[in-house]
């Protein structure tokens, strides 16, 4: 089993996302994590999904430590320990589970590493649902090719998040499908935003009890802006600005058929 993400699963050039910030990569089975050492936290994920072959598998694995790189460049357990917290799997766990069982457990498990998390509210509504699920909302799209997507997913690495237990807690987060349709590469770009449900201090978390998640369909263009990331073919393939498009700028997602694809 081949580790890392390939920029060639998709049978066309998709190379991985580069931020501008130094950075340290960090390949998995079927997935990569290009880790901001400065903030602790990924400023890249990506995984490639085959929808054909996915597994459905018990949950196994702890959350650990990458034995790669240095503990303090790791946001570890201390974070999540008594709030309201979640370790938010970036790469899902389920997403680089497909082929042969084996490799499928494997791959699952190693989106335990911390790497592969950032904080997350708790708090569970239909948009984090929404969120958690827009994967398999692709992957459902594109079931009359091959099944096949790439997904990057990241926390927005904002100057301004707050502070908390030594780290900084991203109140935004952003993805972008990949997939092709016909002999053409398409994309979508979404955000979601956590920040009417974070509000830290240095020592304690405050988490309001009736905000709520906020996701949106978003144009890749700001994705790349807001994160100073290079895109490169992605930009060129994103549906918001295809022509026929319905519209483009930040559209709110209720419910999967809000999603233009």
């Keep these: 089993m081949t580790d890392g993400y390939d920029p060639d699963f998709l049978g066309t050039p998709l190379p991985l996302p580069r931020p501008a910030q130094p950075s340290r990569e960090l ?42 790189i240095p503990a303090n460049e790791q946001t570890g357990p201390a974070v999540y320990a008594r709030n309201d917290l979640d370790r ?4 899902r766990r389920r997403d680089p589970g497909w082929g042969e069982l084996s490799e499928a457990r494997s791959a699952a498990e190693a989106t335990f590493f911390y790497p592969n998390a950032a904080p997350q509210a ?18 459902a799209y594109a079931e009359t090719t091959d099944q096949r997507v790439s997904v990057f997913t990241a926390p927005i690495l904002a100057d301004d998040d707050p502070p908390y237990r030594g780290v900084r807690i991203p109140r935004r987060f952003w993805k972008i499908a990949a997939w092709r349709s016909g002999d053409e590469l398409a994309a979508a770009g979404f955000v979601l935003d956590q920040s009417a449900l974070v509000d830290t201090r240095e020592t304690t978390l405050v988490v309001p ?52 694809l």
């Design 209 to 260: 009890p009736l905000a709520a998640f906020r996701t949106f369909q978003v144009p890749i263009s700001d994705i790349a802006t807001l994160t100073g990331l290079d895109l490169g073919p992605l930009l060129a393939s994103d549906v918001l600005v295809e022509p026929g498009a319905r519209e483009t700028g930040w559209r709110p997602l209720d419910t999967a058929g809000d999603i233009a």
């Design 27 to 68: 390949p998995y089975p079927r997935f990569t994590v290009l880790l901001d050492p400065a903030r602790r936290l990924a400023a890249v994920t990506a995984v490639n999904i085959d929808g054909a072959r996915l597994r459905e598998l018990p949950r196994t694995g702890e959350w650990r430590l990458d034995p790669r």
């Design 122 to 139: 708790a708090a569970f509504n239909q948009s984090k649902e929404l969120w958690l699920g827009l994967e398999d909302h692709v992957l």
């Design 88 to 91: 938010g799997h970036l790469v």
